[in-house]
């Protein structure tokens, strides 16, 4: 080679190899409860608890390459890492008393994501070791919100996930009394990305209809069915794996419009 165009040559190789290094994933971080929750994390997942599904559980396949230019406003990177730190039970309170919030504040980086849904533990004014008012819950988004934003990430609130009740000719009412709009609050307050996804539950799962989202999205079934459920199943508050997807579904839709 022509010694002339050997610097020329090299540039264009750096230029080119470093063109090709692939970007950081961004983290997209998953704070919240059971509704939010990966199982299979857990030990013994197939036999113990098995078909139950949080919405998290199913929300990294919508982070595929082909798909991130619908939410390249959000999301300027080639990847998503989607990381759920959800764990069932919990409240706004609880989860940072028991350290889990401190554990992502400490994995976060610049541009990375933290969705946030809490609730249905915050409102179970029957169980005091969870219960949070509503001026505690406001507070403690407040806190998650205003950390996040310390370390260069974008916090998104969520309103909780409506339960399957109650229903009233053909349609789902809101079951979480003023805690979603004490999440809008916030997100107002703020400035904070809000996604109201109690309202696109309730419309959603009545669209579906209630027989069908009873059978085929809660945790609703017969005996016999699953190791973990020798008795069968009544729970219209945690989801199967259709379910799941449907909610995580609304996440994804949701995000392409913030």
């Known amino acids: 080679m022509n010694t002339i165009f050997k610097p020329l040559f090299l540039i264009v190789a750096i230029a080119l190899f470093a063109f090709q290094v692939p970007q950081k994933p961004v983290q997209l971080f998953l704070i919240g409860d059971s509704t939010v929750a990966d199982y299979t994390l857990d030990s ?4 113990k608890k098995f078909p139950l599904n949080g919405w998290g559980q ?3 396949p919508f982070f595929k390459r082909d798909s991130l230019s619908l939410v390249k406003k959000l999301i300027k990177a080639d990847s998503v890492l989607v990381i759920d730190k959800a764990r ?12 889990r919030w401190a554990e992502v504040y400490k994995a976060l980086k610049k541009n990375d994501i933290v969705m946030m849904q809490f609730g249905h533990n915050d409102a179970a004014v029957d169980k005091p070791e969870r ?3 509503i001026t505690g819950y406001k507070e403690y988004l407040r806190l998650y919100v205003n950390q996040t934003r310390e370390k260069g990430a974008i916090p998104i609130l969520i309103t909780p996930v409506n339960r399957n009740y109650p ?3 053909g349609k789902l009412s809101n079951v979480h009394g003023e805690y979603p709009n004490a999440v809008k609050a ?4 703020l400035n904070v990305q809000l996604i109201d996804l109690t309202q696109l539950s309730i419309d959603a799962f009545t669209a579906k209809g209630q027989a069908e989202v009873t059978s085929k ?9 699953y190791p ?3 008795d069968g199943q009544k729970d219209n508050t945690h989801f199967q794996k259709e379910g799941a997807i449907a909610v995580a579904q609304l996440v994804f839709n949701a995000m392409k419009k913030l």
């Open 167 to 169: 229903w009233k000719e």
């Open 228 to 230: 973990g459920y020798p």
């Open 186 to 189: 916030v997100a107002k307050e």
């Open 58 to 60: 199913v929300f990294q």
């Open 88 to 99: 069932g039970g919990r409240s706004t309170r609880t989860f940072f008393e028991e350290g």
């Open 217 to 225: 999205y809660f945790m609703n079934f017969e005996k016999g069915l």
């Open 44 to 47: 013994g997942y197939l036999e």
């Open 131 to 133: 219960y949070v008012n």
